[in-house]
């Protein structure tokens, strides 16, 4: 495995961060979490683009332009000969002096990860996967925009404890208002009356890049969509649910704090979008040209 550090790709046993970055400290930093299928980024460029827009909220200066960042992307998963991957791009503040003030670290540290991620076996896709709703809040907005990418995830993954321990796969989080925000690490959206609903951004959510290409499927397929202000009320009547996400791709829930979901089977709306994203996964992105793959390179 190759793993891009700081302009070069090294192998992954030479691949190391300053234990003074901090990133590592306090986690001081945004990421992406990447697809590749087929040989096709997924939608590389969107999460580039939000990649930065997330740094320029923490005021992080990204050391390279989109369009060398979107290269380097393109040959670490090039030189590593995976058509189907998961890239981890990460940029933190860099190493500093002990102490929070971003000041102290003169130059972000920049990293591309190309591996394997699988969160769910191919089972959960044809019988539906179960939620709890955690006791652990969503950061409010007021404190955390929801929209920043960030490297701290201590708040989802406190969450992510209780799923485990309640014995399911993944938890829904509430927001202070009790209202819906997002799960642990995905989207959530409802089916109800032909309509197809989700939390909108400022009750907590991230603006998942495939929660996008999932309303845009289904208002290609002429479905009402809305996002929307959502209680547990809304989600334990909904005809259908299912969750979005880089990892999960588009996940059937069946059933939320022991309420059956509809039929308790994964619905004909949900399946139909899966289908649906499928085929867009492989269609829509950026091609790797894995001939032009280099063991080095200079992406300023």
């Known amino acids: 495995m190759l793993i891009y550090m700081n302009g070069e790709l ?36 969107e999460h580039i683009e939000r990649l930065y827009e997330s740094a320029k909220t923490l005021d992080l200066e990204v050391p390279m332009s989109p369009e060398a960042l979107t290269q380097a992307t393109l040959d670490t998963v090039a ?36 591996g394997s991620i699988t969160l769910y076996p191919d089972e959960s896709y044809r019988t539906g996967i179960s939620l709890v709703t955690s006791s652990v809040p969503r950061i409010p907005t007021q404190c955390l925009d929801p929209r ?38 995905d989207n959530i959206f409802i089916v109800k009356r032909g309509k197809l609903k989700t939390p909108d951004l400022m009750q907590g959510a991230l ?35 299912f969750l979005t996400g880089t990892g999960a791709e588009v996940m059937p829930v069946i059933s939320i704090d022991g309420r059956t979901i509809g039929s308790g089977e994964p619905g004909r709306v949900t399946l139909d979008l899966l289908d649906r994203f499928r085929e867009l996964r492989v269609r829509d992105g950026v091609r790797v040209d894995f001939k032009t793959a280099a063991a080095s390179a200079d992406y300023k």
């Open 207 to 241: 603006g998942g890049v495939t929660r996008a290409a999932v309303l845009q499927l289904a208002r290609d397929a002429g479905m009402t969509t809305r996002e929307t202000s959502l209680g547990l009320h809304d989600l334990y009547n909904a005809q259908e649910c």
């Open 79 to 114: 030189a590593n000969s995976k058509r189907d991957a998961y890239i981890r791009l990460i940029v933190s503040r860099g190493p500093g002096d002990l102490g929070i003030d971003p000041q102290s670290c003169p130059k972000p540290t920049v990293v591309i990860i190309v």
């Open 10 to 45: 090294v192998p992954k046993s030479e691949a190391r961060v300053s234990v003074f970055d901090h990133g590592f400290l306090y986690g001081d930093g945004v990421f992406e979490g990447i697809r590749v299928y087929q040989g096709n980024v997924f939608r590389l460029h």
């Open 148 to 185: 920043i990418k960030s490297l701290n995830y201590l708040n989802n993954i406190l969450a992510k404890i209780e799923a485990r321990q309640a014995g399911v796969p993944e938890a829904l989080m509430l927001n202070f208002n009790g209202r819906v925000a997002e799960c642990t690490a």
